[in-house]
């Protein structure tokens, strides 16, 4: 009896080291999974919905970061769920890839997702170049994915006199809007002022911002002294803080204006650029002007090529303005090569639009856009 209950003392620390180490790997082979069918996602040019089964032990969640999908819903219990994951319509001429992200406690599962691109536009591309972002304002709203609205009092910048006014729109009445096929930015006198719209292609939903490519748009301007409309671009990093250790103020961050025109010189278009060294301010501007015949009766194609070499300028495939990188990397000369972002306005007097006075009479005028679009190489 003595023998085998010291046995049984002896033997005790590993029969309950062996249930400790059956109880972990116990927990082990519990871990979480997700599994997904299909296992990839592949869409066609057109706006598209597929409904992708996700099997999950454990609660999950999806990440999506592509601004062209939709995920709805973005997470579930455990058990089977449906998940309809829709793309946006393919306006590139290139193809789009990314991935969404499914979590599951430490469990992380990739599924691709593709989608083709068609050419039923008939868009034409530089040589050398691919379409990376458009707006061909086929739809009946602006879409908020790729423009945002000033919202700056009369004064404000040029001595211009109009009021650029939030989303648009003022109580009601439209100072942009898409109407067919074509954007439409309108300059009209509400409540004693004049009030209009400036759209720049940052959001708060993603970039729209690049260094480099060929940026493009089919444009009708407006006609009537006091018209000042502009196609142009700035940088995302100018800064107007003095205070601050990235302080870059206008003129120094740079500006790339492709087109601009003032009513009291009808159908003369003009490109620019501003930089320290080169601008109005102190008389030493980079600009060059072109009759464009009826360029205040019909569309036409104003377009940049901006590369690390040069920035040239185009009207309906001529070229007008070439200003070369001097290549002494000064940034007093050449402050072009960060992210830059396009902005479309229309203007009603100030500096260079009222030098010779406003005409009442002209409002409302429209500015009309068919088309914007960037490639890059």
Known sequence: MRRFTLL?????PFIFSCGSCEKKNSTNTSENKVEVSPEALAFGASKESIVMEVTANAEWGIVNTLDWLKVSPTGGPVGTHEVSITADANELLSERTGTILIKSGSFRLEVPVTQTFSNDLNITVPEGYTLVWSDEFNGTQIDKNNWEFEDWRPGYVNNELQRYVPGGEKGGVKTAFVENGALNIVAR???G???????NSVTGSGKRAWTYGWFEARILLPSGRGTWPAFWMMPTNQNYDSSSPNYNPWPDCGEIDIME?????PNYTSSSIHCKAYNHMIGTQKTKEVYTPNAEGAFHVYALEWTADYI??????????YFPNDKKNNKDTWPFKTDFYLTLNLAWGGDWGGQKGVDPSALPA???????RVFQK
């Open 189 to 191: 006198s509400l409540d």
């Open 312 to 321: 040239q300028t185009y009207v309906d495939g001529q070229k007008l303005f």
């Open 8 to 12: 049984f003392i002896f033997l005790m």
């Open 366 to 372: 429209t500015m009309q856009i068919d088309y914007v």
């Open 261 to 265: 025109e003032v009513g009291y010189n």
């Open 193 to 199: 002022e004049v009030i209009s719209a400036r759209m």
